[in-house]
Nanobody, 123 residues
Framework: QVQVVESGGGLVQAGGSLRLSCAAS????????MAWYRQAPGKQRELVAS???????NYADSVKGRFTISRDNAKNTVYLQMNNLKPEDTAVYYC?????????????????WGQGTLVTIST
């Protein structure tokens, strides 16, 4: 059983900052990549940022220069530092982990989603 749990969402004013955290736990052998997605009301879920095991990062154009993704491999945790937040950043933010898990000594690749954390930016 593997799960990822997000934290750090909340309500902030435009121009403010938030830091999201996502911790993966369970029978994890290794983590290939972790990512943050978001889904605003009435819109499709979109990739915000991702980071691979060798720390290669990728960002949506809309957040480049404002958001920073990082990871702590020892803690199986990924962070999303969000600065200069805008009302259009309002969404539920989901953590995604692409990893290898162990089941009865067998290794299997798996993808796990968190339950989401709400970020609301006020004007």
């Amino acid at each position: 059983q593997v799960q990822v749990v997000e934290s750090g969402g909340g309500l902030v004013q435009a121009g403010g900052s938030l830091r999201l955290s996502c911790a993966a736990s369970g029978s994890i052998f290794s983590i290939n990549a972790m990512a943050w997605y978001r889904q605003a009301p009435g819109k499709q879920r979109e990739l915000v940022a991702s980071i691979t095991s060798d720390d290669t990062t990728n960002y949506a154009d809309s957040v480049k220069g404002r958001f920073t993704i990082s990871r702590d491999n020892a803690k199986n945790t990924v962070y999303l530092q969000m600065n200069n937040l805008k009302p259009e950043d309002t969404a539920v933010y989901y953590c995604n982990a692409d990893l290898y898990i162990t089941i009865f000594s067998l290794r299997r690749r798996s993808e796990v989603w968190g339950q989401g954390t709400l970020v609301t930016i006020s004007t």
